[in-house]
């Protein structure tokens, strides 16, 4: 599969690189393996920092609060326990990982998957490859009106870390800035367009080749 560079003017190049099939035309996507990738990504970025006290964690007093029999009341040995107002809690919340175990295969056939949807419906477009003296956010957005895709989702994929790239992109609303290596199922999809640079490209097709 091939596609057309694009010059960061919107204009077309006489050049084109090579779309892998293995990666970007996949006669059968996996769409479990996306469901799975995705799930993972987003387990990793939950917190996981929540917590309550339980009743050996609540300060206050351990002295029983009335005496057992004679009172008409229900026995109580603490006014920590979960039946009291300001008690501990009982069964709560405690820190943990959400992540789980996903085999490195299974992740790399769900971008696989996910660049080949993105391919189908032409949402890839290639650019040549550029770079910014410093942090220019409108030369940035110029590019992105360029090719008509401003106020969308974009991700723009580089090949190598830019810091002035990034730093021009990171404030546009819709607009994510990664590198090859960093390239996940849940960003693909998330992105209504990806932008890659040719070097992006080059990389993509080695690092998913196997």
């Not at 009743?55 to 603490?78: D, V």
């Not at 090949?159 to 990171?170: E, M, P």
């Amino acid at each position: 599969m091939e596609a057309i560079v694009y010059k960061i003017d919107g204009g077309k190049t006489s050049r084109k690189v090579e779309l892998s099939d293995s990666i970007f035309g996949l006669e059968t996507p996996n769409d479990h393996a996306i469901y799975q990738d995705v799930r993972l990504i987003q387990a990793n970025r939950r917190q996981g920092t929540h917590k309550s006290k339980e009743r050996g964690e609540i300060a206050g007093t351990k002295k029983k609060p009335y005496r057992q029999k004679g009172t008409g009341n229900a026995r109580s040995g603490s006014r920590k326990s979960p039946l009291w107002r300001h008690g501990g809690r009982v069964f709560g919340p405690k820190p943990r990982d959400y992540g789980f175990g996903l085999n490195k295969k299974v992740k790399t056939i769900a971008r696989k998957s996910a660049l080949t949807y993105k391919a189908r419906e032409e949402q890839v477009k290639v650019v040549e490859n550029f770079g910014f003296d410093a942090p220019k956010t409108k030369e940035f957005i110029n590019i992105l009106d360029c090719f008509e895709l401003s106020g969308k989702k974009v991700l723009m994929v580089l090949a190598d870390d830019d810091k002035n790239i990034y730093l021009s992109g990171r404030n546009i609303p819709k607009t994510e800035v990664r590198t090859a290596a960093e390239l996940n199922t849940y960003d693909i999809l998330n992105a209504e367009t990806l932008i890659l640079t040719e070097g992006a490209v080059k990389v993509i097709n080695e690092r998913l080749a196997n």
